[in-house]
């Protein structure tokens, strides 16, 4: 019903910086909001960065002023803008979208998730 697809993943070195995409696809779904997690090996699924539907941003506190999650409204689509990266944010980063029916409203709201994308950062 809902695809969700994650891009722009790779490695890079301490203070680089890379964009991830998340496109989330789905005849007659709305966006509530979309969310960014990261998971590092031997590690647990984290929360990163949200965006609501009104354009509401939050982070975690490890990627606050570094990172920041923005929305492409043409391709229903959402930016996260890592700047400063260190490489303790090496992890499989994740897509979370929560989508609804457009005829039903966001009280029925179901979460959709990617497969992922690496990104590794070296010291």
């Known amino acids: 019903q809902v695809r969700v697809v994650e891009s722009g993943g790779g490695s890079v070195q301490a203070g680089g910086s890379l964009r991830l995409s998340c496109a989330a696809s789905?005849?007659?779904?709305?966006?509530?909001?979309m969310s960014w997690y990261r998971q590092a090996p031997g590690k647990e699924r984290e929360f990163v960065s949200s965006?609501?539907?009104?354009?509401?941003?939050k982070y975690a506190d490890s990627v606050k002023d570094r990172f920041t999650i923005s929305q492409d409204n043409a391709k229903n689509a959402v930016l996260l803008q890592m700047n400063s990266l260190k490489p303790e944010d090496t992890a499989m980063y994740y897509c979370?979208?929560?989508?609804?029916?457009?005829?039903?409203?966001?009280?029925?709201?179901?979460?959709?998730w990617g497969q992922g994308t690496q990104v590794t950062v070296s010291s």
């Open positions: 979370k979208a929560d989508q609804y029916p457009c005829s039903a409203g966001p009280a029925y709201r179901s979460a959709y």
């Open positions: 789905g005849y007659s779904y709305c966006t509530y909001y």
């Open positions: 965006i609501d539907r009104a354009g509401t941003t």
